[in-house]
């Protein structure tokens, strides 16, 4: 398939790609400086790794030149328009992965800091900033299906110690984050019972302390990645998720209910068929 360069100043999108390559830097020296992720989408079976530069860059204004060398996993990134990028990824470390963490600071990337240590491998993280600067992060590990939740409240500005959202027999995989109305809300994916269902999608309501309440929203059929997204926008929550080949499965909130799965199929191939029914749903969910 053909490849196409992007330019866009929402990225989280983009970098979350399964193949993506992607540079996260800035033009600081213009009279108006702009953070400017540039992308470089593909299906080829054998793409540039992900973090692959694409212009000479002053050290500091790209986020992690060195990780392909080490074959990081993908950030996750979310801007803001009073104070820019903050982004997330998996650190190889070499015999695990580890979650790492930079923000934009102005002028450069701050000092990579790492939300673990540990020698179990911790994966695809994926963060939301509350408005007034609080960083919520949630990763899962790839040995246990065990999810966390890490917090930086923008009181302190300290990163509190990660707690386990998956307790006892519960697990999950491929988690995402917001807040709405002051309540933290995850999704993930996990195994499913269900006769002729390979998975099932979940919500993951914080009750306090290091509680949740969890709620099937779905099932599929899926047995592969569903990179099930959770949104909350204006008031309103969705997410979405692959239900299978280029088709995405979508729930949205009703009141205090979640609505009936529904279901749209791709009309491009590849990534970018797949991201513009996510756009369609979003869409969709907001002018309702």
């Not at 000479?56 to 204004?61: E, F, N, T």
């Not at 102005?106 to 960083?135: H, I, M, Y």
């Not at 246990?144 to 519960?170: I, K, N, S, Y």
Request: net charge negative.
């Amino acid at each position: 398939m053909s490849k196409a360069l992007c330019i866009a100043t929402a990225a989280a999108l983009l970098l979350a790609a399964p193949f993506a390559t992607a540079e996260v830097s800035s033009n600081a020296g213009h009279p108006q400086p702009t953070t400017l992720i540039l992308g470089h989408i593909t299906d080829d079976p054998n793409p540039v790794g992900v973090w692959t530069l694409h212009r000479a860059v002053p050290l500091g204004r790209t986020l992690n030149p060195d990780g392909d060398v080490r074959i990081d996993g993908r950030p996750d990134v979310f801007i803001r328009a009073d104070s820019g990028p903050t982004a997330v990824w998996s650190y190889n470390a070499g015999t695990d992965g580890d979650i790492a963490f930079s923000e934009w600071d102005g002028t450069q990337w701050t000092v990579t800091e790492f939300l673990t240590s540990s020698a179990t491998n911790d994966l695809d993280p994926r963060l939301f900033v509350e408005p007034d600067g609080t960083v919520h992060v949630v990763w899962w590990t790839g040995d246990t299906d065990d999810v966390f939740l890490a917090t930086r409240p923008a009181t302190t500005g300290a990163w509190g110690t990660p707690g386990l959202v998956t307790p006892g027999p519960e697990r999950g995989r491929r988690p995402s984050v917001v807040v709405s109305a002051g309540t933290i809300l995850l999704t993930y994916e996990r195994d499913s019972d269900a006769v002729g269902m390979a998975q099932e999608v979940v919500v993951a309501t914080h009750t306090g302390g290091d509680t949740f309440d969890v709620e099937i929203v779905a099932t599929t059929p899926n047995p592969g990645a569903l990179e099930s997204i959770i949104h909350a926008v204006a008031g309103k929550q969705w997410i979405d998720w692959i239900h299978g080949e280029q088709v995405l499965g979508c729930v949205e909130k009703d009141g205090p209910e979640w609505s009936p799965p529904f279901s749209q199929p791709a009309n491009g191939s590849g990534w970018i068929g797949i991201e513009e029914v996510r756009r369609e749903f979003r869409v969709g969910v907001l002018v309702e």
